[in-house]
């Protein structure tokens, strides 16, 4: 694997390892969870999309702290 | 409609400049002891790439400032604060445990994939035991490794969690790491990589505590 292929890679993870702590861990609090299935489904439909372009994965990323952070 | 991105401690001021979910401004509540941020949402949240990317970064501003977070896990919109509050109420002591456990830590992920054609058949036509035969063999090998890297890490957590995993993948496991020890984890992460270069070995993190959040639920 070059290097470039490693870091590819390194950054699909970390993705993968972000939505996966968001949806799946985390504490419920409430007794339900109203996610439907069909929905997270969609969500891993649409990171694999996500996942073939890590430059769109930055974009919002920096969307999302510019929009929000402070410095 | 209420979205619910996590529990806090000590949490000096609300991130600045930051927003939710829908871009609504992020609010304190306090319910039973335990202090919650929430924002409004307009509708019940569908689970879009930017809301979810949203709620991971509101959970990260809190996470640098205050002295325990206990990340809230997406999918649940609460109609009113009395619903919230409820909800609280019922979980106080799980919630309140949670925080203990978490206080002081960072979690970081890893994931090893071993390489490509790890398992090479053997030229000639093997009988099907001795197929088996191999094949149990790769399996325990398989499983050794992975306790070779597991093991040195979760000595160094708090507490730690091994997936089922892709069967790609040799390892994936979360690890609660107490602050002064996240260096020594940084080092270990490194030896083994050198240890085992024919592994790819992806450590991720820090993250907020999400995978040890429910982890008050149960325990004494």
């Known amino acids: 694997m070059s290097m470039s292929e490693q870091q590819t890679l390194k950054h699909q993870v970390t993705l993968l390892e972000l939505v996966d702590r968001v949806l799946n861990r985390g504490v419920v609090v409430s007794g339900d969870i109203t996610l439907s299935v069909a929905d997270v489904d969609l969500v891993y439909v649409g990171l694999r999309v996500l996942l073939s372009s890590v430059a769109t994965l930055e974009e919002s990323r920096e969307r999302i702290s510019a929009t929000g952070a402070g410095p | ?220």
């Open chain 2, 1 to 220: 409609m209420i979205h619910l991105y996590g529990v806090v401690e000590e949490l000096a001021e609300l991130p600045p400049a930051v927003v939710g979910v829908d871009e609504g401004p992020l609010e304190r509540h306090r319910v039973e002891g335990l202090e919650l941020i929430v924002s409004r949402t307009v509708e019940r949240n569908d689970v879009t790439q930017a809301a979810v990317l949203s709620h991971a970064n509101v959970v990260e501003e809190l996470m640098a400032r205050s002295g325990a977070v206990l990340p809230a896990r997406f999918g649940h919109t609460f109609t009113d604060e009395q619903e919230l509050a409820a909800a609280v109420k019922t979980k106080a002591s799980e919630l309140a445990r949670g925080l203990k456990l978490v206080r002081g830590c960072l979690e970081f992920g890893l994931r090893a994939l071993s390489g490509d054609g790890a398992s090479q058949n053997t030229p000639g036509e093997p009988s099907g035991r001795d197929y088996m035969r191999t094949r149990l063999a790769e399996e325990k090998a398989r499983q050794r490794l992975a306790e070779e890297l597991h093991e040195p890490l979760a000595r160094l957590s708090r507490a730690s969690t091994r997936f089922g995993g892709a069967s790609r993948d040799l390892l994936q496991a979360a690890y609660l790491v107490p602050r002064r020890y996240v260096a020594a984890f940084g080092d270990e992460v490194r030896r083994l990589e050198a240890a085992h270069a024919d592994l790819t070995i992806v450590c991720t993190g820090p993250w907020p505590p999400y995978t040890f959040a429910a982890n008050g639920e149960g325990e004494a």
